[in-house]
């Protein structure tokens, strides 16, 4: 005798068609968009804060985003956190 509906995981159909098909079409540029971002970055015309942004944006792709420390206190004093940001592995 089963009681209630049987388990089901989510997402039976798996990564929607759509979605995968935009990541490819966006991965088809992936050249381009790494050489204007560098062109952004090595300009002298360029805001400062563009060609930092550009800078930044080709170091997190690079080596992934740098850890992110926290200070919090509470009971006990001062504590310190660090935060390491979640890994997309494929």
Avoid: W
């Avoid at 200070?71 to 997309?88: A, K, L, S």
Wanted: proline share 7%.
């Amino acid at each position: 005798m089963t009681i209630g509906k049987p388990f089901q995981s989510g997402n039976h159909g798996g990564r929607p068609k759509m979605l995968a098909e935009v990541q490819e079409l966006a991965r088809q540029h992936t050249t381009d968009a790494v050489e204007t971002l560098v062109s952004i970055m090595r300009s002298p015309k360029v805001a400062a804060a563009a060609r930092v942004s550009a800078a930044n944006a080709l170091l997190d792709r690079g080596y992934g985003k740098a850890p992110q420390h926290q200070h919090i206190t509470g009971e006990g004093g001062p504590q310190f956190g660090e935060r390491v940001p979640n890994v997309c592995r494929r």
